[in-house]
């Protein structure tokens, strides 16, 4: 039986740069994606992953040729994968069987009824790479000083919008280590946004950031369809 290790989280930052979305191998032609997925559990051997692409997309559960273990794992977690299917497979969908390369948990924050930070202009700066819905999921790349045990991050959603169309969201980024001259490392955080996006009265959500990254707005806003 095939057994699929849960590698650190520096680590399969790493790969996760190296092995880009849809490239494909040179050894086989086999076509290589990577995508932060809900892990459903092992059985009979395999490990079975849930995702949505991008904002409303139709749920895809796949499965993966070897089982995953270690870290703690449970279903429910959140992981980055690192998968490969046939050059010939037109497209992913249920019961896709993959073959599976790197896994790693991915932390997982749950958003939070608050208040505005008072010094939430004067909080660290955080460079975005990507950030967008997948579902009742916020998925974010983003590059920080050092590696996961210096960083914390939550979500708070101002409680003074919680009955408007548009809830106003703050990402609060704290790093032990971003004074000390540490070289920026790739670092993936997922948001658990189901309590406030299912709200009747929501008709989107705008994420406060202090994101330096001049690519992305500091604001970004997600519309329901």
């Known amino acids: 039986m095939k057994i699929q290790k849960l590698l650190s989280a520096l680590f399969i930052a790493l790969t996760f740069l190296t092995f880009s979305a849809c490239n ?29 692409e991008m904002n409303d997309a139709q749920p895809v559960t796949i499965y993966s040729n070897s089982q995953v273990s270690g870290g703690d794992l449970k279903p429910g977690d959140r992981l980055l994968i690192i998968f490969s299917v046939p050059a010939t497979t037109t497209s992913i969908t249920n019961g896709t069987v993959v073959t599976l390369h790197q896994a790693v ?3 997982t924050v749950t958003v939070q009824p608050g208040e505005v930070p008072t010094d939430f202009t004067s909080t660290p700066a955080l460079y975005i790479q990507t950030l967008f819905r997948s579902g009742t999921w916020l998925n974010m790349q983003c590059l920080v000083p050092s590696t996961s045990t210096n960083i914390t991050f939550e979500l ?15 990402l609060v ?8 001259n540490i070289a920026n490392a790739a ?5 658990n946004i189901e309590s406030v996006w299912n709200l009747a009265t929501c008709r989107s959500i705008t994420v406060n950031t ?12 997600f519309r329901k369809n």
Do not use: W
Request: hydrophobic share 30%; proline share 1%.
């Open 156 to 170: 708070i959603a101002d409680r003074n919008t919680l009955d408007n169309a548009d809830v106003q969201l703050y």
């Open 173 to 180: 980024y704290k790093n032990s280590e971003v004074n000390n």
């Open 187 to 191: 670092y993936y955080v997922t948001f």
């Open 105 to 107: 948990k991915v932390p």
């Open 210 to 221: 202090t994101n330096s990254n001049s690519g992305i707005e500091g604001a970004v806003t």
């Open 24 to 52: 494909s191998s040179d050894d086989n032609q086999d076509m290589q994606y990577s995508n932060i997925v809900t892990f459903l559990g092992n059985t009979d051997g395999r490990a079975s992953f849930t995702y949505q």
